[in-house]
């Protein structure tokens, strides 16, 4: 059975989420990623609310973020569950932490 992460049909949008909707993050990482280490620190000094998802132990959702086009993570997914606005991307990219997860309602 497939994960909600995968159910999700996340495009290639990467225009700002409006502010009224509720946003979920959510990071496709693995134990030994220090990129992923690295967001994860990040996310809690700003106190940022994330899900987490190992993509070791879901072959799943690594074959879901492969269909995207990703090859390795970290991937990190905002929505705000609206897949035509949902955003993502690959590589700890410090411009769309700011942007895209702060100042975030919940998550």
């Known amino acids: 059975m497939l994960t909600p992460h995968v159910a999700l049909d996340l495009g290639s949008r990467t225009s700002q989420l409006p ?12 134990p030994d990623c220090q990129p992923c280490k690295r967001i994860k620190a ?4 700003k106190g940022i609310q994330f899900n987490e998802v190992n993509v070791e132990e879901s072959p799943a959702d690594r074959e879901a973020i492969k269909a ?3 090859v390795g993570v970290p991937v990190t997914v905002v929505s705000n569950g609206d897949p035509e606005t949902d ?5 700890l990219v410090l411009a769309n932490l700011e942007k895209y997860t702060t100042n975030q309602e919940a998550a």
């Open 68 to 70: 995207l086009g990703y």
């Open 87 to 91: 955003i993502h991307w690959q590589g």
């Open 19 to 30: 502010e009224s909707r509720m946003k979920t993050i959510t990071l496709y990482s693995r």
């Open 42 to 45: 990040w996310w809690h000094r």
